[in-house]
């Protein structure tokens, strides 16, 4: 006998599910700190609270923490985050990085976009969702990804909602 079926988001992804996907990503950028020295651990939480309030919401598209050299604003190292909603989705274990590559003279960075549900709110509630974020964004032009591989095939989620990840190295 076979069967199917579907499931798509609903009401009942709540932010401790969003809390857990969150946390994964933070685990991730702990394998960071572990390998390269960053990002500095104090952040890393905030980083996963900022993830999970703004999946819970709805209000993220993607986000990507990395290194990047700072002069032509080029990534090196990147893990990309993409909010992904029922499908496929995947909840894998934390890591399965590349071999550590030489990062000398890179900078840690992280660039987020919102999602079209986040740019449809009036210019004061989006500021009234930043607010409530433990991480304060600056405007920027989100790095380039020239010439290296990307690996894809990692997710988190729970619930009918998460995160793939994919992994950028120059």
Excluded: C
């Amino acid at each position: 006998m076979t069967g199917s079926y579907s499931r798509s988001a609903s009401a009942s992804f709540t932010i401790t599910d969003a809390r857990y996907v969150g946390g994964r990503v933070g685990a991730d950028l702990r394998l960071l700190h572990n390998l390269y020295g960053k990002p500095d651990l104090d952040s890393i939480e905030n980083y996963a609270e900022e993830v999970a309030v703004l999946l819970n919401r709805g209000f993220l598209d993607t986000v990507d923490y990395g290194f990047r050299d700072t002069g032509t604003n080029v990534w090196r190292l990147r893990l990309r985050y993409t909010t992904t909603v029922g499908g496929q989705l995947t909840d894998s274990r934390p890591g399965g990085f590349p071999d550590p590559v030489d990062l000398t003279g890179y900078g840690f960075y992280s660039f987020l976009t919102y999602s079209s549900a986040f740019l449809l709110l009036t210019s004061s509630e989006q500021t009234g969702v930043k607010e409530t974020l433990p991480i304060s964004r600056t405007t920027g032009t989100a790095p380039s990804a020239l010439a290296g591989t990307t690996t894809t095939g990692h997710g988190y989620a729970r619930n009918g909602a998460g995160v793939s990840r994919d992994v950028y190295l120059a």
